[in-house]
């Protein structure tokens, strides 16, 4: 029952986010302010022609894209842990569907929040007019983030429950992220966004930080529940890359097929994004978990 009313709200905070990018991307066609800075209309012009806004706009796509697409692959893990008709699968997938459970709740739902909030910065002081209706995706949000369990509640989840017991269920998800897509290659595996620099950098932190949570949950529980939130949004940011890089491999064989061009281009453009804005964050997130944890609890408790 929690795990599809977590699964629900993450999936409510998607639905959200991709609502407040569509609400800012119609302003931003819309709103005209300033020339662009490299001179490509000689008057001031559509504030989508400027490069900030464009970063706001693609972060709120990639983010709103990589979290979907997250979903939809634990919705088949569910669907196949009910009615796959091997018993070992079976078993496999409800483990994946499990360990993506606080993923997509703590993920999605703090993903529709930053979302928001960049609508409500890409409408500038209009965002907070009632009539543009950005502001009411922002505190709609909010509460996703509270809803069926709080974020800390689905890090610790996914500390305690899903890494640290019995050697951790997200082993389940290594073989599935770390297995080539069907008919990768070597010349596939270089599309990757940086040759697939950022995938194995986000790889590696994720590693270091497992190894971490798991060693240090039993002999100095503060120190990995401190970096529990972190270790949470690393993990879904991983696993909503390599939903990115699947998502990658198959729009350029589309591509390559003529099949929807422009739909295929403008994924490409997104998942290249996703990498080069998103994903590359994880060795930071990976040293506020590993080396960051004294200093959570280093203030003592009166001088707060």
Request: with cysteine; aromatic share 6%.
């Amino acid at each position: 029952m929690m795990n599809a009313a977590r699964f629900g709200v993450g999936v409510q905070g998607i639905a959200l986010a991709e609502r407040a990018y569509q609400h800012a991307v119609a302003y931003a066609r819309d709103r005209v302010q300033s020339r662009p800075v490299d001179g490509s209309l000689p008057a001031a012009g559509a504030i989508i022609h400027h490069p900030d806004v464009r970063r706001m706009l693609m972060t709120m796509r990639a983010h709103t894209e990589g979290c979907r697409a997250l979903a939809l692959v634990a919705a088949a893990a569910f669907d196949a842990a009910h009615a796959h008709p091997d018993a070992e699968v079976r078993k496999q997938n409800q483990a994946f569907y499990e360990f993506m459970v606080p993923l997509i709740k703590g993920l999605s739902t703090e993903m529709s929040l930053d979302v928001a909030s960049l609508g409500v910065q890409v409408h500038g002081g209009m965002g907070y007019i009632e009539e543009t209706g950005a502001a009411q995706y922002l505190r709609d949000a909010k509460i996703l983030t509270i809803y069926e369990g709080t974020t800390a509640i689905q890090a610790n989840d996914l500390v305690g429950r899903k890494t640290a017991r019995d050697g951790g269920p997200w082993r389940a998800a290594s073989p599935r992220r770390s297995r080539p897509p069907k008919g990768a290659g070597g010349p596939r595996q270089r599309r990757l966004p940086g040759d697939g620099a950022a995938p194995a950098a986000g790889r590696q932190a994720f590693v270091d930080a497992v190894d971490f949570i798991a060693g240090a949950s039993r002999s100095n529980p503060n120190a990995a529940y401190a970096g529990s939130v972190p270790y949470l949004m690393l993990a879904g940011n991983l696993m909503a890359g390599w939903q990115m890089a699947r998502a990658l491999i198959a729009a350029e064989d589309r591509l390559a097929e003529g099949v929807e061009v422009a739909f295929m281009q403008a994924k490409i453009a997104t998942c290249h994004f996703y990498a080069d804005h998103i994903l590359n964050k994880a060795p930071g997130l990976r040293d506020s978990i590993v080396d960051g944890a004294d200093a959570v609890t280093a203030l003592a408790l009166e001088s707060f």
